[in-house]
């Protein structure tokens, strides 16, 4: 009986595999999204071949820097497949990170995506926590890349005196991201201050100073 079972756990085996990569396989050489298609199961319909023009397979918005004026002092320009469809079905996305001096991208994960990053200009402190509550991390300089587990916790700093860039590539054509300040403390509806009492064990009026500064 076991013999018998051997070859459907090992078929099992491999679907699942498959079934857990970041996005399907695409089964044709391109797949320019419609971002106003009326369907949508796990991305964008495709646009009729025909009216695909040569120029959406190029995109320039990683060329101009980011606005940092914000509370953490940096930005996120994103190529995913909302600002460039023909990412759609590929599997692939990119960002731009700017950063002011001493700026942050503050602690988040991306569910649906591992990353990889270059330091283009400026030295950056690159962290994450694993699952196992260990903290790994490694000031960068330009030149130098660093790799993020999907879905572990992770931030940038800028430790450098000026300012600094970094781009960032993912194995998704929308890889997410939980960015941990603003989904706990600038979530709408609000999560309920029992829970935010308890978990970061401060009263009611710190929890108010921080969603003040998220306001």
Known sequence: MAAMLLPLIVALAFLSSRCSSSDPDPL???????LNGAISVNGFPCKPMPEVKPSEFFYDGLTKEGNTSNPFGATVTA???????????????????DFAPGGLNPPHSHPRASEAGLVIMGELLVGFVTTDNVFRSKVLK???MFVIPRGVVHFQLNVGKGKAMTVTSFNSQMPGAVILPLNLFASQPSL???????????????????KFKFA
């Not at 044709?28 to 419609?34: L, N, P, R």
């Not at 190529?79 to 599997?91: I, W």
């Open 192 to 210: 309920p201050y029992d829970v935010l009492t308890k978990a970061f064990q401060v009263d009611q009026k710190v929890i108010n100073e921080i």
């Open 142 to 144: 330009p030149g130098e």
């Open 28 to 34: 044709q050489d391109f797949c320019v999204a419609d």
């Open 79 to 97: 190529a995913n497949v909302l600002a460039f469809p023909a990412l759609n079905t590929l599997g692939i996305s990119m960002n731009r990170v």
